[in-house]
């Protein structure tokens, strides 16, 4: 299967190279300008790192119920998946407190780093664009951003005026595996230079389907031998995963004021979320870590309450004279709260943090030097209450500056570099950490007329330990583990290499990257003791520890365009190849890395509907660390069928009735950078059928 897969994949390229000299008319890519990016605007081509824009009609063809599950299949990209409710973007292995997620530039300002089952406040059911840079291309972002930056670009806040006086875009769709349903509105008016923006978004998800059991055969084999006798199933191992409902409402506003050269805009943004915690034990004995009187005790269909109210003001002004050409200056600020539910109407443990995070930029040009520098600040205070938290009141402050530069000449070849200085203080009654870092990049890049581009780039990156790494103590349920931080560890560093080669015609391109990151001190969580013991309250302990590490990975991917192909249908075919691996000094391998994994699709296009098929093949993920278990592979097969209603008169382009058939042949997904892959696999055979409407 692997090599007939990787022939498909290569197939598919090179189909597109036969047909580069097809009519000029087509365009194959329709390339976007990154926003995220720092300096001055370029495509995505025109990065040295491997960038990737998705606009709304990709959103929607690759929808899940959360952030990480809808960008899944892009390349070097995978999810921390913890159910239907939460999980965040994976970047070539690295995730959580070192892939920054923003909102429109500036962080979600939530507590999705800190725990795999907390829900980012940031989804693409209402997004415009989404956008991913990974690597050294998020320099500008800080030391958080090191594995890279997925920016949600909302469009609440538009900086040039909108091209129609009104539109509306409304998405609704119906998901068999968990009888649930998605819907999304938005409204844009303008009236002179004045626009109004509304969105709104709900999910009401049931509880989802599986092909057989939630437990692994891996891990049902190791309790087995544990126990010395027969194992007992568990209740919901029956093709349903118990308590994995979502029910997500979001309502958002934005006004603002778009002039020739400046614009002025707020916004305001209420996300509103329930959902269960599927696969947690919750469970543990008394105190002393003993069952003895206090038997381990349940606790039933665990779930989490949370809500957050989000302000943005941003502004900018185009000088477009001199040495400067555009300020932008943006401020949010936030506050977050959920609740962790031991059973409806047993509230348990509570998380809060609010905080403001503010960034100004400047671009500028000088001659042949074209580049950005600015100022960024944030103010956060994260805290908990209650029995099972795990972290005390911590407030973070973060200060850095960042300048980035580009110089081009005439015969293709590019300079690109920049650097960022930062300090970082972490307030915690256990004790004050105060880091300074430093950021730095530098690369070089050369375009060919016949469609080459070739990059090569070097960076120095650092981290700050973030607050559970510092000062964790206490049982963290939702992964089964009694976590221990360290106050006394050290910053992060990372020493990045990545090359780019890549080609492109009108009907066809080809890219690879290749990369190498050497960390000094790498932050990682391993089974340890505490005071001795290796079981706390029931729970292994878990401890926050620190060794150099070496990441080493690829990224191959490829798209071919043949217009009026085979039955008359325009044809467009993708293939992308990802690898990357993971390895501690001492011989240990990083826990949770993605495997090997491939992505093949296929598009005919007839105007009047299309019809796709994509497959997702990963392999065996056998390169574990600590306590993990081996993942098995999988191969799964999506379809996809659309009726552009608007060739038949219905709306504007865009207006569409779809049906999509995710995993198919209903296979049994796990996904090995999830904590809690051999307890809760990925939701079978789901028909999804729904209707987009843009006026």
């Known amino acids: 299967m692997k090599q007939l897969l990787l022939l498909a994949a290569s197939s598919a390229v090179l189909a597109g190279f036969a047909h580069a000299d097809a009519p000029e008319e087509t365009d194959l890519r329709q390339q976007s300008v990154i926003v995220t990016a720092p300096g001055p605007d370029r495509l995505e ?44 973007p994976v970047l070539r292995g690295l995730g959580a407190e070192r892939v920054q997620v923003l909102t429109n530039g500036i962080g979600v300002i939530d507590v999705s780093a800190a725990s795999p089952d907390h829900q980012a406040a940031a989804d693409g059911i209402d997004a415009e664009k989404i956008e991913i840079l990974r690597g050294p291309a998020a320099l500008a972002y800080g030391g958080q951003a090191i594995g890279g930056v997925v920016n949600v670009i909302d469009g609440l806040l538009p900086e040039t005026l909108p091209e129609k006086p009104v539109s509306v875009d409304l998405l609704g769709a119906y998901n068999s595996v968990s009888e649930g349903t998605e819907l999304s509105g938005r409204f844009q008016g303008v009236q002179g230079p004045i626009v109004l923006t509304l969105t709104a978004s709900q999910r009401d998800f049931n509880d989802y389907d599986i092909p057989g059991m939630s437990e692994s055969a891996r891990l049902h084999a190791a309790e087995e031998a544990e126990e010395g006798e027969a194992h007992e199933e568990e209740e919901h191992a029956d093709g349903t ?68 109210t989000r302000y943005d003001l941003r502004g900018g002004i185009k000088l477009d004279n001199g040495f400067l050409k555009e300020i932008t200056g943006t401020v949010s600020q936030a506050d977050y709260e959920h609740t962790e539910f031991e059973a409806p109407g047993e509230p348990g443990t509570v998380y809060k943090t609010d905080g403001t995070e503010a960034r100004l930029e400047a671009s500028h040009e000088l001659g042949r030097v074209k580049g950005a520098f600015g100022l960024q600040y944030s103010d956060k205070t994260l805290d908990a209450f209650g029995d099972e938290a795990f972290i005390t009141k911590t407030d973070s402050e973060n200060i850095g500056a960042f300048l980035y530069e580009t110089m081009e000449w005439d015969n293709g070849f590019g300079l690109e570099g920049g650097a960022r200085i930062e300090q970082v203080t972490r307030d915690n009654i256990n004790g004050n950490t105060d880091f300074d870092l430093f950021s730095a990049s530098l690369g070089a890049h050369h375009h060919w007329e016949n469609g080459w581009f070739v990059g090569l780039q070097a960076s120095h990156t650092e981290r700050a330990p973030n607050e559970s790494e510092l ?36 009907q066809a391109s080809f ?51 043949m217009p009026q192909g085979l039955l008359s249908a325009d044809w467009t075919l993708d293939g992308g190849i990802d690898v990357v691996s993971g390895e501690l000094n001492d011989g240990g391998n990083v826990p949770y890395m993605p495997p090997l994994t491939l992505n093949v699709g296929t598009k005919a296009d007839w105007k009047l509907w299309s019809a796709a098929a994509h497959v997702t093949w990963a392999d065996d993920q056998n390169d574990t660390g600590g306590a993990e278990l081996p993942t098995d592979g999988y191969t799964q097969l999506d ?25 198919v042949t209903d296979e049994e997904i796990r996904y090995a950078t999830s904590v809690l892959k051999d307890k809760l696999p990925a939701p079978g055979r789901n028909i999804r059928v729904g209707i987009r409407a843009v006026f």
């Open 45 to 88: 081509g025109e990065l040295i790192g491997n960038a990737t824009s998705i606009g709304r009609e990709g959103i929607i063809e690759t929808l899940g119920p959360t952030l990480g599950d809808t960008l899944d299949r892009q390349p070097g990209v995978s999810t921390t998946f913890f159910g239907q409710g939460a999980s965040r």
């Open 241 to 308: 995963v118990e308590n994995s409902f979502v029910n997500t409402n979001t309502y958002a506003g934005g006004l603002s004021w778009v002039g020739d050269s400046a614009f002025l805009g707020i916004a305001v943004r209420r996300q509103e979320a329930q959902y269960g915690l599927p696969g947690a034990a919750h469970e543990h004995g008394d105190e002393d870590g003993d069952e003895g009187e206090g038997e381990a005790h349940g606790e039933e269909n665990p779930f989490i309450d949370l809500e957050q």
């Open 471 to 506: 000062y964790a103590n206490g049982l963290h349920l939702a992964t089964e583990q009694y976590e221990v931080g360290d106050i006394n560890l050290d910053k992060e560093k990372g020493l990045n290499l990545e090359a780019t080669a890549r080609w492109e015609s009108e």
């Open 511 to 561: 890219g690879i990257n290749l990369y190498r990151t050497e960390f000094d001190g790498f932050v990682y969580l391993a089974p340890g003791t505490l005071d001795g013991e290796a079981v706390v309250e029931n729970l292994p302990v878990y401890q926050f520890l620190q060794q150099d590490a070496t990441f080493t990975g690829a990224e191959i991917y490829g798209e071919a365009y």
């Open 639 to 663: 379809l996809r069928a659309d009726l552009k209603l608007s060739e038949l008169g219905y709306g504007r382009e865009g207006t569409t009735l779809f049906v999509d058939a995710r995993n």
